[in-house]
């Protein structure tokens, strides 16, 4: 079974600039996440997808970051203008359904770093 | 209050012998569920172990259990006979039945396993 597929692995972009990144899940998974993190720190959430609607995206910074996931299977994270604290590793994870005690499938992560 | 704590920065083990890191939470909710996740230098997630609220013996997989005390909000993971692989950092998370069941994560408490 193949994993959650994302990339760029690696970006580096000045601030005030415009990224985006791509991420496949698992085959048949319901529910995907795009989390943020920050070195030092443990992953916070951004949005969850349930199929093509967006379940919570209460701690996206929706001045400048957008995310879409068309037809309900790949997503895409865009900022745009990029800030120096929006450096992170971007995490892609998704799940089956997205219940309690569903577990959690995370991509390799795109590193990004904004000079 | 923080929902996930991991009070250990920092912890080393020898080769071989057995290491607890430790996780308490915070939550108002009957049901959840807790996760162990692995993060090597790499960047993945990497999934260990599951307990849910409702479980009543303590979970375990392979080499890792999970040492499960509802009552004191404890959820430490238990890692025996380490390996030099097993040097990453190490996260908490938890999803609760309410708010979306959004996960929340730990910051972390990095592992280093001495030959």
């Known amino acids: 079974e193949a994993g959650v597929a994302q990339s760029p692995r690696y970006k580096i972009i000045e601030k005030r600039q415009s990224v985006a990144f791509w991420c496949n899940p698992i085959?048949?998974?319901?529910?995907l996440y795009w989390y943020q993190q920050i070195l030092g720190q443990g992953p916070k959430l951004l949005i969850q997808f349930q199929n093509n609607g967006v379940v919570d995206d209460s701690q996206l910074p929706k001045d400048r970051f957008s995310a879409e996931r068309l037809k309900g299977v790949d997503s895409t994270l865009k900022i745009q203008p990029a800030k120096l604290e929006d450096s992170a590793v971007y995490l892609c994870?998704?799940?089956?359904?997205?219940?309690?005690?569903?577990?959690?499938?995370f991509g390799p992560g795109t590193r990004l770093t904004v000079t | 209050a923080q929902k996930i704590t991991q009070t250990q920065p920092g912890m080393f083990v020898q080769e071989k012998e057995a290491v607890t890191l430790d996780c308490t939470y915070d939550?108002?909710?009957?049901?959840?569920?807790l996760f162990w996740y692995k993060q090597p230098s790499s960047g993945e997630m990497i999934f260990l172990i599951y307990q849910g609220s409702y479980d009543e013996q303590n979970a375990t997989e392979g080499r890792y259990s999970l040492n499960f005390q509802k009552a004191r909000k404890s959820a430490n993971l238990v890692i025996s006979a380490s390996q030099l692989g097993d040097s990453a950092m190490y996260f908490c998370?938890?999803?609760?039945?309410?708010?979306?069941?959004?996960?929340?994560f730990g910051i972390g408490t990095k592992l280093q396993v001495i030959p």
């Open positions: 998370a938890m999803r609760e039945i309410g708010g979306y069941q959004k996960v929340t």
């Open positions: 939550t108002s909710d009957q049901s959840y569920g």
């Open positions: 994870a998704s799940s089956l359904l997205g219940g309690v005690f569903d577990e959690q499938y």
């Open positions: 085959s048949g998974h319901a529910t």
